[in-house]
């Protein structure tokens, strides 16, 4: 198998619920060259939540529609993202210290602060996507999943790994090159350029969403001096969100 489509397949393996050829396998190594593709897995995955969307539009009221696909997206990625949302502003919020920091966030049980975290999030991306016309929350949807998965792989790249292990159950690319960043930095940018091409709106979300990303890399350098894979699942819902905020405020502007 080629090796790139054999990388992109462990993305697809690793972060969605999709089937893939038993012959991608699986390895650290094999996951440290994939974390290029993640922006890719993002499209991927933002398409079939675009899809839900657009589908569910012609049976039910918009917020039941956006319901439907922001579920759709949680049930493809078995929740990966929120479930690191979750740990990580309940590890964050009720710690002082690094280690009991990462001692709360490795527990499975959710506090307070995660389960407002996930309400709120899952909330305002119901309540955007409702907000839209169908067309533009579709194009949203599939520039916002790209995008927040590159502020993780931003954040892999400017910040250490500070656990000594990690569950098996939260596979982590923990070693990017320069080149994996750049592929998907470049993935990135066609994604949002086609997208602002179709909908000149989204300009608007970029900045917000690059803004929440510098806070929560100060928030990681501050109380963690580096990141977990709980870290980069919460950057990419708070990415997500500061995309879709910052273009439904142009939308309506």
């Not at 955007?128 to 998965?149: E, I, K």
């Not at 993780?152 to 910040?159: G, I, T």
């Not at 982590?172 to 949002?192: D, K, Q």
């Amino acid at each position: 198998m080629n090796a790139q489509l054999r990388s992109f397949l462990a993305a697809v393996q690793y972060f969605t619920r999709l089937p893939v050829p038993a012959s991608v396998g699986h390895s650290q190594q094999l996951l440290d060259d994939a974390s290029r593709y993640f922006p890719a897995v993002g499209v991927l995955v933002g398409v079939i939540s675009a899809t839900a969307l657009l589908l569910s539009s012609f049976l039910w009221p918009p917020v039941v529609a956006a319901i439907i696909a922001v579920a759709a997206s949680i049930w493809l990625t078995g929740a990966f993202h929120e479930d690191g949302l979750a740990d990580a502003t309940d590890g964050l919020g009720g710690g002082y210290g690094q280690q009991r920091i990462l001692e709360i966030m490795r527990d499975s049980r959710i506090g307070t602060y995660g389960t407002l975290a996930l309400v709120l999030g899952i909330s305002l991306r119901v309540a955007v996507l409702s907000a839209l016309p169908v067309t533009t929350a579709c194009v949203l949807l599939v520039a916002g999943h790209a995008s927040s998965r590159f502020a993780a792989v931003a954040l892999m790249w400017c910040l250490p790994y500070v656990r000594e292990d990690e569950s098996k159950a939260k596979p982590l690319s923990r070693n990017l090159s320069r080149a994996g960043l750049w592929v998907a930095a470049t993935t990135t940018a066609v994604v949002l350029a086609i997208g602002a091409v179709l909908e000149p709106a989204l300009l608007g979300g970029i900045a917000p969403a690059m803004l929440v990303i510098w806070w929560w890399y100060r928030v990681l350098q501050r109380n963690l001096q580096g990141y977990t894979g709980d870290c980069l699942g919460a950057a990419q819902q708070l990415a997500e969100l500061g995309l879709f905020l910052g273009m439904l405020a142009a939308w309506y502007i």
